[in-house]
C-alpha cells in the first residue's frame, strides 16, 4: 500500500507511524527510568499491532476494561493482563479464566466490594484457578473503587488476603479526574496527591499486616505531568500512543506529539461553516474524558496540506450524526477539498473508526485493524 490523502475515501483515521513510536519509546524510557513496570491501557488503541509494538519496546502486559476487549489480546499470546474494571458477571469471568487458562495467560482482575470478591472467587474455585486480584482505590474521581477512608476497605484486604482461591496483587488506581484540570501545575497536582492517597492507604494496610507488593497507577495526563512516581511500582497509560487534544490543552505536549487524526471532506459549505463528513458517529460527541467537558467544540480541524499550522487552526464547533460543523476562518476551502482533525479524545475515535490507516511520510503505507472495535461487554 503506497496512497497519497487524496486517493484516501473519508472519513478516515490517520495514524502517524513515527509519532506512534516516538510517544511509545518515551513512556518505556520513562518508566525504565523509574523502574516502574509499564502495563499500557489497550482500550485506547485495541490492535494487535500496535499491542505488540508496546511489549517489543518494554511493556509487562497490557491492562484492559472489559472481558471481550482483552480476548483478542489473550489469543494472540499477551503474557498478562489485567481487567482494571470490577467484573461482578459470572458469564464474563468464566469466559477470560478459560481462554487465559489455555493461553498461559497471567490474569489479574480488580475488586472494589464484598460481591465482587465473592464473585471472583467463586468463579476461580470453578476453574481451579488462583486468581490475582487489586484492591481498587477510589483517589477523587468517585466513579469506582473503595474510599480511601471507608472503615471496609481494611476488612476486605484482609478477606482478600485470606482466601485460598485469590492471590492479592496489591492496590491500584485510576485519578481520572485529571482530566478536568486546568493547566500542567493542576495536573501534577492530582498526580501527587494520587501517590499521596495510596502511600497512606498502603502503610494502613502493612500495618494490618497485609502485604501490598504492588502499586497500579494510571491516566496519560497524570503520568506525563509527575514531577515523582514514589511509591509506585507500575504504570496503565493508555492514551500515550496517539495523544488528543487533552494533553494538548494541558500543556503537557507539543503538536507533534499528537499521532491520531481523523481525514475528512468538505462536503458543503454556507456563511458561517465549512460542513464535513464527519460527525458524532466519526467524532463522537466527547468534550473530554468521563464526561468532562473541558474544550470548546469537538476537535481542531485543518486543511490537509497545512495540518497544525496554527493560523488554518479551525474549531469543529457542532456535530450532526454524519455531518461537522467546522468554523469558518478568513479562507476559503472547495467543496471536495480534504481536512484533518485532531480529536478531543482519541480512544472514542478509535472506538468508532476502522481501520488504522498508517502514514508515513505524508502517504498510506498499511492498515491496521481495530481487532477490539465495539468489544464493550
Not at 104 to 133: F, N, Y
Not at 227 to 256: H, K
Request: hydrophobic share 40%.
Amino acid at each position: 500500500m503506497n496512497l497519497s490523502l487524496a486517493q484516501i475515501e473519508t472519513p478516515a483515521m490517520l495514524l502517524d507511524a513515527a509519532r506512534l513510536r516516538h510517544n511509545m519509546g518515551a513512556i518505556q524510557e520513562l518508566a525504565n527510568l523509574h523502574k516502574l513496570n509499564l502495563r499500557p491501557h489497550i482500550k485506547t488503541h485495541k490492535c494487535l499491532e500496535i499491542a505488540r509494538l508496546q511489549m517489543e519496546q518494554g511493556a509487562i502486559g497490557i491492562t484492559a476494561a472489559k472481558t471481550d476487549e482483552a480476548l483478542p489480546f489473550v489469543e494472540d499470546g499477551i503474557p498478562s493482563l489485567t481487567i482494571a474494571y470490577p467484573l461482578v458477571n459470572d458469564a464474563k469471568l468464566d469466559r477470560l479464566i478459560q481462554a487465559c487458562l489455555r493461553h498461559g495467560t497471567e490474569l489479574r482482575l480488580v475488586v472494589d466490594s464484598a460481591v465482587g470478591k465473592q464473585t471472583i472467587a467463586r468463579a476461580g474455585r470453578r476453574h481451579g484457578a488462583r486468581i490475582g486480584v487489586f484492591l481498587k482505590i477510589d483517589v477523587g474521581l468517585h466513579r469506582c473503587g473503595l474510599d480511601p477512608d471507608d472503615p471496609l476497605l481494611p476488612q476486605l484486604a484482609q478477606e482478600l488476603a485470606a482466601d485460598s482461591a485469590l492471590d492479592l496483587c496489591g492496590i491500584l488506581a485510576h485519578a481520572g479526574h485529571v482530566y478536568g484540570a486546568r493547566d500542567r501545575a493542576a495536573a501534577q497536582n492530582t498526580a501527587r496527591q494520587e501517590l499521596e492517597i495510596l502511600a497512606r492507604v498502603r502503610q494502613e494496610l502493612e500495618n494490618s499486616g497485609i502485604a501490598v507488593g504492588e502499586v497500579s497507577i494510571g491516566s496519560t495526563p497524570t503520568v506525563l505531568a509527575s514531577a515523582s512516581f514514589a511509591g509506585a511500582t507500575e504504570l496503565r497509560p493508555g492514551n500515550y500512543v496517539f495523544m488528543d487534544r487533552t494533553p494538548l490543552r494541558l500543556g503537557l505536549i507539543e503538536d507533534e506529539r499528537i499521532a491520531l487524526s481523523v481525514l475528512a471532506t468538505v462536503v458543503s459549505s454556507n456563511a458561517d461553516y465549512f460542513i464535513i463528513d464527519s460527525g458524532s458517529k466519526t467524532l463522537s460527541s466527547d468534550q473530554g474524558a468521563h464526561g468532562i467537558a473541558g474544550m470548546q467544540g469537538y476537535g481542531l480541524a485543518y486543511p490537509a496540506d497545512r495540518f497544525q499550522d496554527r493560523e488554518a487552526e479551525m474549531v469543529v464547533a457542532k456535530l450532526s450524526e454524519e455531518h461537522g460543523f467546522v468554523e469558518r476562518k478568513d479562507f476559503n476551502l472547495s467543496i471536495g477539498s480534504q481536512v484533518r482533525i485532531v480529536p478531543n479524545h482519541s480512544c472514542t475515535v478509535a472506538n468508532l473508526l476502522d481501520p488504522y490507516l498508517v502514514v508515513h511520510d505524508g502517504r498510506v503505507v498499511d492498515q491496521w485493524e481495530v481487532a477490539a472495535r465495539g468489544q464493550v461487554r
